[in-house]
C-alpha cells in the first residue's frame, strides 16, 4: 500500500469529491468498515475485553481503524469510537453488554442541569491521541474521517437508555419539556463541536456527523431538533477552521435532503438507499454525495450486489460522488462480498 511515494495529501480523493470532483471510479469507504464482520476484530475486542475499552486505548484503537485499511485499502479510514463516546463524557455512563447495544440510565428533566461537562475533553483525550496515532499509520493517500452523532441522534439514547424503533421517548419529552430540551441539545451541539474541532486540529481530513434518526420528526420538530442544531455545529466548527469539511447523514430524510443540505452547510450529503436514483442525481447538482448501497445486498451477494452497485455508478458516478453503503455494513456480511464491492466500483 505504500509504494506511493508521488502521492502527496491533495491526493486524498474523498476530499476532492467534497470540492466537486468527479471520478469515472469513485473513491470507496464503508459505514462502519470496522467491526464485527471482520474476525481480527472479534479477536481484538475480545482481548481488550469490551467495546469501550476499545474505544478508550489509543493503541487498539488505532488498530481496529487500520483493520478495514490493511484488508481492502479503501480509499478512506473512519476514527473507531462510538457518537455515544459524548454522553459517556459528559457523566451519563454508557454501558455495551454484548448482544444489547447501548445502555443509558435515562436522562429525566431534573438531570439536565447537573449534566457535568467539567472533565468533557480530559475523557475523551485518549480519542484524539488515536486520531493522531492514526494519521501517522495510514497512507498518505487515504482520508481520515473523523465524526460525532448529531445532537438529536444522541439525545434519543439518553432520553429512552437504549435504542427504540421509533424514538417515540425522546419525541413526547421534545413535545412535553421543550425549554429543558433545547437545553440538552445546546449542551450536546458545545461539546460535539469542541470534540470535533480537537478530531480536526488532531489530523481528521474531515468530519461526519452521523444523523441515523433524523426521519421520525414532523416537520417543524425536525427544524428546531435536527437542522437548527447541526448547522450550529457546523458553524461553531468552521468559525475555528474555516475550511473544516463535514458530512451530513440525516438517513432517511427523503425530500428534507436538499434544505438540510442548503440551511446546515454540510459540504458532502450521505444518502440511504430508500431513495429513486433520479432524486439523488438531483441532489447531487447541488453539491458532492455520498452512499448508497442497500446494506442487504452486501450480505446477499450476487447478481443481487453486482445490480445494486451498477445502479448507484450508472446514476451517479459522471458527478461528485463516494462510494458507500446507505447504512452501517451488519456482522453477518460475509467477507468476500466486500471484496467483490470494491473489486466492481474500482473496476
Ligand atoms: O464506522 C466505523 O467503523 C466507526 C465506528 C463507529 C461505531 N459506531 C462502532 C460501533 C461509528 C461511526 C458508529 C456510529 C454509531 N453508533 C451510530 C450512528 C450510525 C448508525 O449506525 O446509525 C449509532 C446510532 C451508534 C450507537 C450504537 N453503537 C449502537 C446502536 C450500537 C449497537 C448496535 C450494534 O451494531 O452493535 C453500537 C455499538 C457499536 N458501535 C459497535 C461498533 C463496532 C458494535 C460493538 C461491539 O463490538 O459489540
Known sequence: MNNSKSLNPDHRKVLKVMDGMAYEKPPIWMMRQAGRYLPEYRALREKAGGFLELCYTPKFAIDVTMQPIRRFGFDAAILFSDILVIPDALGRSVRFDAGHGPQLDPINVEDIANLDGSNFMDHLSPVIEAVEGIRAELPIETTLLGFCGAPWTVATYMIAGHGTPDQAPARLFAHAHPEEFAELLDIIVQSSAEYLIAQLKAGADAVQIFDSWASVLDEDQFDKWCIRPVAKIVQLVREQLPEAKIIGFPK????????????????????????????????????????NL???????????????????????SSGPLVFNLGHGITPQTPIAHVEQMIKRVRG
Not at 254 to 262: A, L, M, P
Not at 294 to 316: Q, S, V, Y
Request: proline share 3%; no cysteine.
Open 252 to 291: 432517511g430524510v427523503g425530500q428534507y435532503y436538499s434544505t438540510y443540505r442548503e440551511k446546515t452547510a454540510i459540504n458532502m450529503m450521505g444518502l440511504d438507499w430508500a431513495m429513486p436514483m433520479s432524486f439523488a442525481a438531483e441532489l447531487q447538482k447541488q453539491g458532492a454525495v455520498q452512499g
Open 294 to 316: 442497500d446494506p442487504t445486498r452486501l450480505i446477499a451477494g450476487g447478481r443481487a450486489l453486482d445490480e445494486g452497485i451498477d445502479m448507484i455508478l450508472e446514476n451517479l
